[in-house]
């Protein structure tokens, strides 16, 4: 089993619908970062947070330390929001990130 | 300021040939990861700098790869015998050392290994 899983695996939505991504982890962590990685392959660093909630746009990221849980929520989707979006963890004591597998997005016009 | 920067961005080599990948890490960045994309599969680690640090090497995936980092600055990740499993988006990153495990990273666009 991996450390880190994200769920779905692949998603389709049509433009303006609600999104929303899931990421499971076993390992004690004091953060999560969550990452979108765009066709051409860039990665960009969308979110850290330890606890709570964070909201940048219409993206928000929620994590919840004692259940091991976080997700990741798109509001009005938008079909320039298609990428791969992956959650990634520094396990305790680890500088590594340990990576989920992405989650595939595609937002159709 | 620049971001991370990597070259070359596509290198084609043959079956156990050495290949040398660079790492141009945004300035005043202590840090620095090596990380691995391989076709289908998720992000893997395999190296970090830290400062004047012993790195850590615990993702390395054979004793043919091998890192360096010079300076503090710019880093290269070596690969010796390539084989075509060695095929993959490498990727560097960096970020400040002062946050640890819980600063941004910030990713280079990569290099794209095809091992023929």
């Known amino acids: 089993k991996n450390e880190v899983e994200q769920s779905p695996q692949n998603l389709t939505a049509q433009e303006g619908e609600f999104i929303t991504i899931n990421c499971s982890y076993s390992v004690g962590i004091s953060a999560l970062h969550w990452l979108q990685q765009h066709p051409g392959g860039g990665i960009v660093s969308l979110f850290m947070?330890?606890?709570g909630k964070k909201k940048h746009g219409r993206l928000i990221a929620t994590i919840n330390i004692q259940e091991k849980h976080s997700s990741l929520h798109i509001t009005a989707s938008h079909p320039r929001d298609s990428a791969v979006y992956i959650c990634a963890v520094p396990p305790w004591g680890a500088q590594k990130l340990v990576f989920g597998q992405g989650t595939r997005l595609t937002i159709n016009p | 300021g620049a971001g991370v920067s990597q070259s070359p961005s596509n290198k084609v080599t043959e079956k156990g040939k050495d290949v040398e990948l660079r790492c141009d890490p945004i300035s005043g960045h202590t840090a620095l990861y090596w990380y691995r994309q391989s076709l289908g599969q998720g992000l893997e680690f395999l190296i970090y700098?830290?400062?004047?640090?012993?790195?850590?090497k615990s993702g390395l995936p054979s004793d043919r790869f091998s890192a360096e980092r010079t300076g503090g600055s710019v880093s290269t990740l070596t690969i010796q015998r390539t084989q075509q499993e060695d095929s993959a988006v490498y990727l560097c990153?960096?970020?400040?050392?002062?946050?640890?495990?819980?600063?941004?990273?910030?990713f280079g666009p990569g290099t794209r290994l095809t091992v023929l």
């Open positions: 700098f830290q400062g004047n640090s012993a790195p850590d």
């Open positions: 990153a960096s970020r400040h050392g002062t946050g640890g495990s819980t600063d941004t990273q910030y």
């Open positions: 947070l330890s606890s």
